[in-house]
Structure formats: C-alpha cells, structure tokens
C-alpha cells in the first residue's frame, strides 16, 4: 500500500505547504501596511477537509517554516516541524508543561 500512504503524504505536505505560504502572505500584508490582516485567522484546506487556523497559530507556522528555510533545512524536514508543532500544541504558544515545552 504505499501508494496510499505516499498519496497521504504528499497531502499532508500540500496542506502545510499551503498553512506556510498562507502564513507568509498574511505576515507580509499585514506588516507592510497593505491589504487587511485578518481578525479571525485563516482556513487551508485539500480536497478532502479544511482546517482553521488562527492568527496566532498562522504566525508561529510562518517561524518555523523561516527559521527553518533559514537554517537551510529541506521542505521535508520542515514539513515535519510544523506537523510535530501542530501534533504537540496545536500551533500555539503553550504556559505549562514539561520543561522543554514551555
């Protein structure tokens, strides 16, 4: 079945490539004072299903994916960190937890 499994892949990787570009579009708007930032955050979506995010987590998507391009890591892995990051905290900035989660 790894035809199945490389075709999950391959959408998981085009919705978080979607969440990242999204992210950078709307950081890049709203910082250069043109176009709307918007209040409620954002929705990316595949074929199959649509996912919410917000503001807050748009941004942190865009950091890990810079930071990441930025340290010249390839798409896969930094695919991986935003699924770990969505996986782990839901994208957003977390007060509690172990200690290398705060």
Avoid: F, W
């Avoid at 996912?51 to 930071?67: F, G, H, R």
């Avoid at 391009?69 to 990051?85: N, P, S, Y």
Wanted: net charge positive.
């Amino acid at each position: 079945m790894p035809n199945k499994r490389s075709a999950r892949r391959r959408s998981a990787v085009a919705v978080l490539a979607g969440a990242v570009v999204l992210a950078a579009v709307v950081l890049v708007l709203g910082s250069t004072g043109h176009g709307r930032r918007p209040a409620a955050g954002c929705t990316v979506a595949d074929a199959r299903a649509s996912y919410p995010l917000s503001l807050a987590q748009t941004e942190n998507a865009a950091t890990i994916a810079a930071v990441g391009k930025r340290r010249g890591l390839a798409d896969h892995a930094v695919t991986v960190a935003l699924a770990a990051a969505l996986q782990e905290s839901g994208l957003r900035n977390l007060s509690y937890g172990d200690r290398d989660s705060i």
